[in-house]
């Protein structure tokens, strides 16, 4: 009686799996797009690498069916299918795919966009606007594809870790802070720019906040009148670039003055992705630096 009992039990528990596989989901984008399905997603097709990087990190990794080129990380990411890069989308590679979601951002092509969307292919569109939506994207992305648990755990561990990188990093000094993104023509971020944020709570303030652009240029002339304490340049692998030396002759430059010229990895900290925390560590660890000096 008892094995009847039992073997009943895991019948039911085996019914309710599959019904809750077949259930219908919604998550509401960065857009504040409602995006409905009628089942988790199991084919997703990412159009941005950050994008890539969140699926993975919502627990989808092995849902992702097609990549830009530049979807570099985690590793495994390059040996999906490539489905066009930051200038072109291959449209029919994409369509062969036959995803029943794709993760995109603003910019990618709106015509192309709006194709799939004609095609019946729901869009999620992921531009999260402060470091917090980051994890927030995590959730929704797991509730899309039906791994919220995984994507749950992976949230609540980014906001613990950017509680603690606040709680480190509260200086009563709070430093001028000029980040380069390039040098000629000259771009920084803005006031809205998640770095922007990152810089804030890393105990600095932003030079040019009061720009809404994302990446505005400014000119050198700006930058002089605005004094910064620390110049810090983004860079692929925080190679330290011979243009962020250029500033050297400016001598009279608070940062130069004070030798804070410094360099972090554009490839953590240019992607709204899980691993923007670790960019933001090197970012704190530069305006610590500074203020030691």
Not at 115 to 134: E, K, Q, S
Not at 230 to 252: F, H, S, Y
Not at 285 to 290: G, T, V
Request: aromatic share 6%; net charge neutral; proline share 6%.
């Amino acid at each position: 009686m008892m094995a009847v009992i039992g073997v009943r039990a895991l019948s039911l528990v085996a019914l309710l799996a599959a019904a809750a596989a077949r259930a219908a989901v919604s998550a509401i984008d960065d857009e504040g797009a409602t995006v409905v399905l009628e089942k988790p997603a199991t084919r997703i097709v990412s159009l941005a690498p950050h994008a890539t990087e969140l699926l993975y990190a919502a627990g989808a990794g092995d849902r992702v069916v097609g990549v830009l080129t530049t979807s570099d990380w985690p590793p495994e990411a390059k040996a999906k299918p490539k489905v066009g890069d930051v200038h072109r989308l291959d449209m029919e590679r994409i369509v062969t795919l036959g995803p029943d979601l794709v993760v995109t951002w603003p910019y990618s092509s709106t015509g192309e966009v709006l194709a799939l969307r004609a095609r019946g292919v729901p869009v999620f569109i992921t531009n999260p606007t402060t470091i917090a939506g980051i994890a927030a994207d995590i959730e929704r992305l797991g509730t899309l594809a039906g791994t919220e648990g995984v994507a749950r755990a992976r949230a609540t561990a980014f906001r613990a870790k950017l509680e603690r990188l606040g709680e480190a990093h509260n200086a009563p000094r709070r430093l001028r802070v000029f980040y380069e993104i390039w040098n000629e023509p000259l771009y920084t971020v803005g006031g809205e720019h998640l770095i922007s944020e990152a810089i804030r709570i890393c105990g600095g303030e932003n030079v040019f906040a009061s720009l809404t652009l994302p990446a505005p240029g400014v000119s050198v002339e700006a930058v002089l009148a605005a004094r910064p304490d620390a110049i810090i340049a983004g860079t692929e692998g925080a190679v330290r670039p011979a243009w962020l030396d250029d500033w050297k002759r400016w001598t009279t430059l608070p940062a130069v003055a004070q030798g804070h010229l410094y360099t972090v990895d554009a490839n953590l900290l240019h992607r709204p992705g899980p691993r923007f925390l670790d960019g933001m560590e090197g970012l704190c660890a530069a305006l610590d630096a500074a203020r030691r000096h």
